[in-house]
């Protein structure tokens, strides 16, 4: 059987000093404390590592073979310890992060930057997904996270508030409701709206359309035929106006601009984690709060 670690430890500091009233006083143990430790492991050793007299102590041949092999070993030992405490800590594996392309413009980033900044043992990949697909996917363990848009619904989830985002339009900066700091929802109404397909994210797609049921006249919904249109050449073009959170702001193209809409209420955008939560859930769950606390993503 190996000998205690603290032992070998305070062996150690004794095969430095060779005295044990000094060794002793740097441990912070009383003399007969450590003379007794050293006996027990000289016991388990089976041989002597110290000669003892009334002045000084000399290592023994195994005594000096100890002292030169022991401080690697325990330093292994040491890792070994901290690699352990990391992982229940959930600072230590791999996590997957499933994302709405919609949330990845400033949410994702921030939140997988500060994931890896904060957690060296940490791997963290991230990939986009279908909105309606996340949260089973956290589920049943294909990914360790979600992040989406509205409250997605599902089994075997918890979802977290993370943001709260104003709404409203993104338009061509010369569109005539681009001078306004705030547009009316009835204003907007008034032109052609673009809208994703309602497959990609039910809940937002219902939420945005909602906010014009009560306009008269109705307000004309256009779905575009690329379901992610990096250009938004209608937009460009003044064609159409997209309800849009305020993430929109920084990830609008050139010529494409966004304000908000007056009386609006805000989107919302979760944290999904699976219901029964290992350390790394925990982990990323606390990561989450303290960045939606530092960058004002929920109001006080």
């Not at 002045?55 to 092999?69: F, I, K, M, N, Q």
């Not at 292994?76 to 919609?102: C, F, H, K, N, Q």
């Not at 397909?197 to 256009?222: C, E, G, K």
Request: glycine share 6%; aromatic share 4%; no cysteine.
């Amino acid at each position: 059987m190996a000998p205690d670690t603290v032992s070998l430890r305070y062996f150690l500091v004794l095969a430095q000093e060779l005295n044990f009233t000094r060794a002793a006083a740097r441990i912070g143990i009383a003399q007969p404390a450590l003379s007794a430790r050293m006996r027990r492991l000289e016991a388990e050793l089976g041989t002597a590592l110290l000669v003892r007299n009334t002045r000084s102590v000399v290592l023994t041949t195994a005594g000096a073979a100890l002292a030169e092999s022991a401080p690697p070993a325990l330093a292994v030992l040491d890792r070994a310890w901290d690699t352990a405490r990391s992982a229940a800590a959930g600072e230590l594996g791999t996590l997957r992060i499933g994302y709405s392309l919609s949330a990845g413009a400033e949410t994702v980033p921030a939140l997988v930057d500060r994931l890896i900044r904060g957690n060296s043992g940490l791997q963290v990949g991230a990939v986009p997904m279908a909105t309606p697909e996340i949260s089973p996917a956290v589920a049943d363990g294909r990914i360790d996270a979600g992040i989406t848009r509205g409250e997605q619904p599902g089994r075997g989830v918890r979802r977290f508030l993370l943001r709260r985002a104003r709404i409203g339009v993104q338009l061509a900066q010369h569109h005539p409701l681009a001078e306004h700091p705030e547009i009316e929802i009835a204003d907007a109404a008034a032109y052609p709206l673009r809208l994703p397909d309602r497959a990609a994210n039910p809940v937002i797609h219902d939420q945005l359309s909602a906010l014009f049921r009560d306009t008269r006249p109705h307000p004309r919904f256009h779905t575009p035929a690329v379901s992610f249109d990096m250009s938004q050449r209608d937009l460009r073009d003044g064609v159409t106006l997209a309800p849009a959170g305020e993430a929109a702001v920084t990830a609008s193209p050139a010529g494409v601009t966004w304000r908000p809409l007056r009386g609006a209420p805000s989107l919302t955008i979760h944290l999904v984690l699976p219901r029964e939560q290992s350390p790394l859930h925990r982990r990323i769950r606390a990561v989450a709060k303290t960045l939606a606390h530092e960058l004002h993503w929920l109001p006080d």
